[in-house]
């Protein structure tokens, strides 16, 4: 601004003024400042910050770092708060999402507005993307499963693999298989599993941005395995340990083929062990098991699996009562 100034003296005849002289006051500027160069990028943060290097002739009131996909940011969009003043600032740039490029520069306000840094550009990492294959091959205390890493991310996959846990959404800080590196499909074998428990699994895959997961899938070891090594679930009730499902079997316990019979007749006339399959429909082994005759069950090879036997008629009588029913005669 432009003023005009004169000297006055005053006495008792009256006031005296010296000649006039003009003077402009200096401008007041916005600040003038750089941008720091963005470090620690992670997948939603990243490093950032400035040095303002004249006030404009005006306190600093308010710096720090804007932010936003557009290309030039300003303080009206995200932006950090990094103290008063001239010198030095660094800024933490939070809230970003994976994946993305993002325009940034620091700023300055004083009484004159807001200055600016120059824009710099960075793109945040990506995490793998992969799947959690079926759970197969479950015995009493292992299983396979795996996954397909379809895309490594933003960076090659050092680690993959699967992990697990007796609890929902499992992370590589529970049990884990490692199963090599970069992208495609893997094979994963769990060991030292707990027979008849439900395990939650899920892939992982690791690159220089984190590690990402597969969808979560879900198991339950068997509690016992019959001699054609098929898995069953067990229960306990009370005292007893029974089967949750039918004997599916094939064989005695030694190995010996226990015949199949088809025809009503050649099964009514049946004298020694033999199963059939429900309707002859193999079908339905899955959910009924197998029927068998009564020499097969008293037949001393066993078609129970190892370890276990055909209940006796007191243990079901144990079972009977620890359902609450009182048993008040034999039903047999």
Known sequence: TTYNVRAYATNSAGTGYGSAVSFTTQPVLIAVLTTSAVSNIAL?????????????GSTVIARGACWSTGTTPTIADSKTNDGVGTGSFTSSITGLTANTTYNVRAYATNSAGTGYGSVISFTTPQLPVLTTSAVTDIRL??????????SAGSSTVTARGVCWSTSTAPTTADSKTTDGAGTGGFTSSFTGLTRNTTYYVKAYATNSAGTAYGNEVTFTTYGLIDIDGNGY??????TQEWMKENLKTTKYRDGSAIPNVTNATDWVNSST??????????????????????YAVVDPRNICPSGWHVPSLN???ILINSAGIQVYGPFY
Not at 233 to 238: A, G, L, P, Q, R
Not at 277 to 291: C, E
């Open 273 to 294: 062990g033999a199963y059939s399959d429900f309707d002859n429909s193999q079908s339905n082994v899955a959910v009924y098991g197998r029927l068998y005759n009564w």
């Open 141 to 150: 205390t292992t299983a396979t499963s795996g996954g397909n890493v379809t």
């Open 233 to 238: 679930h067990s229960i306990i009730i009370k």
């Open 315 to 317: 243990e079901v009588d």
């Open 44 to 56: 939603t943060t990243a490093t950032s910050g400035g040095t303002v290097t004249s006030d404009g």
